[in-house]
């Protein structure tokens, strides 16, 4: 495996990467020779994987929703060996790992930047004092807040929790009945995300119509923002927000993608993003883009490798670079793509507690367009009863000659496969 030599002293450590880009970002840090310290709790649903274990070059077990824990273990390593880095393995961690770095000296974003990020009514009201446009919103944390909200706001809205991650708990809501009923559904939840319990703080927001995108790229420290590419999410049935698939490019004409790149840039200023990737959600309305949410981070659900494939871009090796004040080329972010488009199917269990089998799973993991496969439940393994990211029961990566062909090949994938 070939070693990148100005990269070779070089050690870092990664804080939970419990998304897939965090996964991948210690991956290529391995193979670009640097030396990774992952610093995990390694238990539940922050359980290491295989790969990510074999890739670090020590695993150092602690609680890391515990922040004096965690900082007192790193820099217990620091002192014996100094890191040279701290990046984020997940987005429920970037703040945890902004104040790591800042406990120890080391380059990251300002604390402050990450915690607007990260909670999505701070991140709401930058973008909104900047005058761009965002939904209307409140916040809630009791029933009587979530009235106040809702009059508020008004139906249809949105509820999501103002710091959770991969669409957990957030739903629509038509009239006060549905919104009290998601409500509560979030603050009766006795299942942990990341080893934390769910905070009842909530977001009600406008419900904004129109077609979902990622738009994913990065901020050097000059201040210059690029976008890599936009991305087609595709999205399960309403009122949940289950994301059931990406194609990387997003079919969408120049004018459009002008306006969305410009939209992009002025967000991530305006939430004082200032290097590092990112990775910005939102819907296209007649109006023009609307945000989602913006996060200082590595996008999940295999994105980045879409982007590779598509644009030749690593984006984890453009956090590698940024954070280490590398240049990009000499940290081989570039190369040339591998597909004129490319997607992720995700399989649904569709109400089912448990499968048998999954008919014409195999067959479809044979295709050549397809390039990557994984099931994330056993047969007869429970499969949680959420309508979110959790439930879904596995993957398959592809290309295609078109956006409209990945489109296309989307659908095939989703036809083809059955729980039973």
Same mark, same amino acid.
């Given at each position: ?80 060996? !100094?890191? #040279?880095? *701290?990046?984020?393995?997940? /987005?429920?961690? &970037?703040?945890?790992? %902004?104040?790591?770095? @800042?406990? =120890?000296?080391?380059?990251?974003? !300002?604390? #402050?930047? *990450?915690?607007?990020?990260? /909670?999505?009514? &701070?991140?709401?009201? %930058?973008?909104?004092? @900047?005058? =761009? ?288």
């Amino acid at each position: 495996m070939s070693r990148i030599d100005p990269l070779q002293p070089a050690r870092i450590v990664v804080v939970e990467p419990a998304s897939s880009g965090g996964a991948t970002l210690i991956g290529v840090a391995a193979e670009m020779g640097l030396r990774v310290v992952v610093a995990s709790a390694d238990t539940g649903d922050r359980r290491l994987s295989d790969a990510v274990r074999g890739a670090a070059e020590t695993v150092l077990t602690v609680e890391t929703n515990d922040q004096a824990a965690l900082e007192a273990a790193v820099r217990e390593l620091h002192d014996q060996e !100094p890191f #040279e880095a *701290v990046l984020a393995g997940s /987005d429920i961690y &970037v703040s945890a790992t %902004a104040r790591v770095a @800042a406990a =120890l000296g080391l380059p990251g974003l !300002p604390v #402050e930047t *990450v915690d607007r990020v990260r /909670d999505k009514s &701070v991140m709401r009201a %930058a973008v909104a004092e @900047a005058g =761009l446009r965002t939904p209307r919103f409140a916040q809630a944390t009791s029933d009587e807040e979530l009235r106040a909200a809702a009059a508020h706001v008004g139906f249809p809205c949105v509820l999501k929790p103002v710091a959770c991650s991969g669409s957990i708990h957030v739903s629509r809501a038509d009239d006060m009945d549905q919104l009290a009923a998601a409500f509560q559904r979030l603050v009766t939840d006795p299942v942990p995300d990341m080893g934390q319990l769910h905070e009842h703080r909530v977001l009600v927001e406008e419900y904004v119509a129109g077609p979902e995108f990622s738009a994913d790229g990065y901020v050097l420290d000059s201040g210059e923002v690029t976008l890599v590419a936009l991305t087609r999410t595709l999205l399960g049935p309403e009122p949940d927000f289950v994301e059931m698939g990406h194609l990387t490019p997003a079919q969408v004409d120049s004018g459009i993608l002008e306006a969305v790149e410009a939209y992009v840039v002025d967000v991530v200023r305006a939430v004082h993003l200032t290097s590092g990737p990112f990775h910005c959600e939102l819907r296209l309305t007649a109006e023009g883009p609307v945000l989602i949410e913006i996060g200082a981070r590595l996008p999940g659900d295999r994105i980045v490798e879409l982007l590779r494939l598509v644009t030749g871009v690593s984006l984890p090796k453009v956090a590698i670079a940024t954070s280490l004040g590398l240049d990009l080329d000499e940290a081989g972010a570039f190369a040339d793509p591998q597909a004129k488009s490319a997607g992720i199917r995700f399989f649904s269990a569709e109400g089912r507690s448990s499968y048998r089998e999954l008919t014409g799973w195999q067959d479809m993991a044979a295709l050549p367009e397809v390039t990557e496969t994984s099931v994330y439940f056993a047969p007869g393994e429970l499969i949680p009863g959420v309508e979110d990211c959790r439930s879904r029961l596995g993957h398959a990566l592809f290309t295609a000659d078109s956006p409209q062909g990945a489109l296309d090949r989307w659908q095939a994938l989703g036809d083809a496969v059955v729980a039973v």
